[in-house]
């Protein structure tokens, strides 16, 4: 056994499994509390206000998960009968149990990607239905930024949008993880980061953000729109159950991520950067070269029957990751080099590499 599995794992699930930090746990013990129902919670209200002005909308709506805000964003661009283009891959079609239909009876319209995430401008142009008693309204365009660790490029989606735009269509942006979108579209760029996230923003008419991933808070997201938008959605939000009380003692930790967290995401994908390099070069390993936070690496030849093998032996050295045959390892606030650099040792040594 290593002598280190009896310490904290170097968890590279998911950037969601990050503990708040001792700073966030001050300012959520810190916060001034009401009950949000009535509108009361400050720490709520100043949430909202604050990622609203950040991305540029009038509007927005605290709440529990990205699931839920992706749900108040289609019942409340669509109505029953209506529906959605979408990726394949995408969050809001693929892993959320289908709720858009199951809840709001809203169809989705999925269509494929291309390499790089996209969805093709011609596809969705064909899937978008003639006004005519046989179809589904087609009411919504719904983009991923990031999909899968990829950045969207942003010339695509000015033009994906332009063309929702054209045919009448509302814009939706899941950007779970816009932060690490806006911070690799601003490092390559020599740009800022939030300037960058309002500007992929500007490009819809709604965008969810959640906290719990890369920016660190324990639970929790927001959906951005008009103040029109957004007071349908708040009606949404309370019939899906997710209108909360004192709800400010986790607003207050989205905010401090949002304050403090942001700037720090370029140190997340400059570890799966390495981590990349760490791996580079072992038979029976296809590294994806990151984008962002997300590392994708594929087991081939001899390798690829064992994926599960390999989750166990890293879990004996003290390292977490998923996946099957396509192996996936976040990066986040709960990881440095060291954890990275024994990940990377741990991986080798099954490969004896
Ligand atoms: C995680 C995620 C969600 C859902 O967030 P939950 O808080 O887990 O419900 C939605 N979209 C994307 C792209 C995500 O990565």
């Not at 239909?101 to 142009?125: F, K, M, N, R, W």
């Not at 009606?235 to 400010?248: D, E, F, H, N, P």
Request: with cysteine.
């Amino acid at each position: 056994m290593n002598a280190r599995s009896t310490e904290r794992p170097i968890d590279l699930r998911s950037d969601t499994v990050t503990q708040p930090t001792e700073a966030m746990r001050a300012a959520m013990l810190a916060a001034p509390l009401g009950d949000d129902v009535f509108a009361d919670d400050p720490s709520v209200n100043a949430l909202q206000q604050q990622i609203a002005e950040l991305l540029g909308f009038e509007a927005a709506l605290f709440v529990p998960t990205g699931t839920q805000s992706n749900l108040c964003a289609i019942l409340s661009h669509c109505q029953r009968g209506d529906e959605y283009i979408v990726g394949q891959q995408a969050h809001c079609y693929r892993w959320e149990g289908g709720g858009a239909a199951v809840l709001g009876s809203v169809q989705p319209q999925p269509l494929d990607h291309q390499p790089d995430g996209t969805l093709a401008l011609e596809q969705i142009e064909a899937a978008i239905k003639p006004d005519d008693a046989h179809f589904a309204r087609t009411r919504l365009l719904a983009l991923e930024n990031t999909l899968g660790g990829k950045l969207l490029p942003f010339a695509y989606v000015e033009q994906a949008t332009q063309l929702a735009l054209s045919k009448g269509l509302a814009r939706h942006l899941d950007g779970a993880r816009l932060f690490n979108a806006a911070t690799a579209q601003a490092a390559a760029l020599g740009t800022e980061v939030r300037a960058e996230a309002r500007r992929i923003a500007a490009c819809f008419d709604s965008v969810s953000v959640c906290f719990s991933k890369g920016l660190g808070a324990p639970v929790g997201s927001a959906l951005c729109g008009s103040r029109e938008f957004i007071a349908r959605a708040h009606r949404i939000r309370k019939m899906a159950g997710g209108g909360m009380r004192q709800s400010g003692l986790l607003a207050a930790a989205a905010s401090h991520a949002l304050t403090h967290h942001v700037d720090r995401l370029a140190d997340d994908h400059a570890l799966a950067r390495r981590l990349a390099d760490g791996l580079a070069g072992i038979d029976g390993l296809q590294v994806e070269p990151p984008q962002t936070n997300l590392l994708f690496v594929d087991l081939t030849g001899a390798a690829r029957p064992r994926s599960a093998e390999l989750l166990a032996h890293l879990k004996a050295h003290g390292v977490l990751a998923t996946g099957l045959y396509r192996l996936r390892f976040a990066t986040h606030l709960d990881v440095d080099a060291e954890g990275i650099d024994r990940a990377i040792g741990a991986i080798r040594g099954f490969f004896h590499a």
